[in-house]
């Protein structure tokens, strides 16, 4: 298959992967607070987000059973019910039954999700991590756009029950997109085989160093982000100027930072990326401590937005490619899930960023941001020698284990030497 019709599938998959959290956190908050919904049971609607940090724990079963395509298909299809039975319920005075609804339908989702990326990692190739990331992340955020904003738009003309319908129907053409996907191979191995695969992942060399890498790379970016609006209301910009270049503006070039990035990815490699993107994403961190120390007007602040928003799509290209690749393809739900809980964990020291803006103000913070980021990067050392010495993507630990031969490849992922030769998907480990 070739990149170009991969990318084309990937663009659907990864659309219909971020459209149900944009649903989560756009669209059903303004439902129920229109219908009079008080701002305490609003708040426990972030319980429903539990799915997606707990997804890790059932990410094995995706690996163990079934077809990528046949997980995704289903649980469009369990969207598309759930999402479909909300206008059934009484908005205003929510009971029990529609919390275990949506909670079906973030449940769903979540699965969903550990079925997309291990069907991505399983569908791409060595060297193509680069634009493949960039064009997730971009329909990603395309599908948190259409999915949160653009949905807005439909509820004055339509009403929220024709609302809730549309996104119903959008579910199930997903669903019937997702059965036409093509398959890809996935060899599901025996539970004692499982394992011994597994724990030889979390076992590698330098394995310690590499985890240490994932929880700490994005670091600065989880400090800084939870201040930033505020730092905005702060300086005195308005509702509209916040809503239009933050967000809008701030999505539109987060979009093109990361096709940019997978270009780079592509030209440069993983390293070169996870390094020289991450660096400068890092350093905007500093243009809004500029900003901060020096009372800068407007343009300034628009500035380090803009820098904030297109370099965080740099970075983030990087990095995904970055994990894409350390995954083995026969555990690739599990692998990924894993990996992908682990970089979030440190999403939750964010809450202790107030404090620090309040002690240090918003310079002195935003400037501690950037400084807290750069220890993950003593630690490339060890991250370069799982990204080039051929390991993951179904040639590393796993392909070892089933007497794989390995291919050498170069930081950019291009093959120097070598050949691959595998012995069938269903030869015992050794």
């Known amino acids: 298959m070739t990149l170009r019709r991969k990318l084309i599938w990937i663009s659907v998959l990864y659309f219909a992967e971020g459209l149900p959290l944009g649903i989560v956190l756009s669209v059903l908050p303004v439902y129920f607070r229109q219908n009079g919904v008080s701002l305490t049971e609003i708040g426990f609607m972030s319980f429903l987000s539990l799915p997606w940090a707990i997804k890790v724990l059932w990410a094995p079963l995706v690996d163990r059973f079934g077809q990528r395509r046949t997980w995704v298909t ?145 670091l600065g970016d989880f400090l800084i982000g939870p201040m930033i609006k505020p730092f905005w209301v702060d300086q005195g910009m308005s509702p509209e100027e916040i809503g239009t270049i933050s967000t809008i503006v701030g999505a539109l070039l987060s979009i093109a930072g990361a096709l940019a990035g997978g270009l780079f990815i592509k030209r440069y490699g993983i390293f070169h990326g996870l390094w020289f993107l991450g660096l400068v994403h890092t350093a905007q961190n500093l243009a809004y401590a500029a900003v901060a120390q020096f009372a800068l007007g407007r343009p300034y602040l628009y500035s380090a937005s803009v820098l904030e928003s297109f370099t965080g799509g740099l970075g983030t290209a990087a990095f ?53 980021a750069l220890p993950s990067y003593l630690l490339l050392p060890w991250v370069r020698r799982w990204i080039g010495n051929g390991e993951g993507q179904g040639q590393g630990v796993g392909a070892k284990a089933r007497g794989v031969t390995e291919q050498n490849y170069d930081d950019a992922g291009e093959e120097r030497t070598g050949s691959r030769r595998a012995t069938p998907a269903s030869a015992p480990a050794r």
């Open 74 to 218: 289903l649980c469009c299809a369990a969207m598309a019910c759930a999402i479909a039975a909300v206008p059934l319920f009484d908005a205003a005075r929510p009971e029990m039954l529609l919390w275990l609804v949506l909670l079906a339908f973030t449940l769903a989702s979540a699965t969903q999700d550990i079925a997309i990326d291990a069907y991505t990692i399983g569908l791409v190739s060595k060297g193509e991590e680069g634009p493949v990331n960039g064009v997730r992340v971009a329909w990603y955020r395309v599908a948190l756009m259409a999915g949160g904003g653009g949905t807005m738009w439909l509820v004055k003309p339509l009403g929220w029950t024709w609302v809730f319908l549309l996104l119903a129907l959008a579910f199930i053409a997903l669903a019937f997109v997702a059965w036409a996907t093509p398959p890809v191979t996935v060899v599901h191995q025996p539970a004692r085989e499982w394992a011994r695969q597994f724990g030889a992942f979390l076992s590698r060399p330098g394995s310690i160093a590499v985890f240490a890498f994932i929880l700490t790379y994005k």
């Open 320 to 372: 995904l490619a970055f994990l894409m690749r350390i995954c083995d393809k026969d555990q690739a739900a599990t692998q990924y899930a894993l990996l992908s809980a682990l970089f979030g964990l440190t999403r939750f020291l964010g809450g202790a960023s107030g404090y620090g803006v309040e002690h240090l103000g918003y310079a002195g913070f935003f400037t501690l941001t950037f400084f807290l």
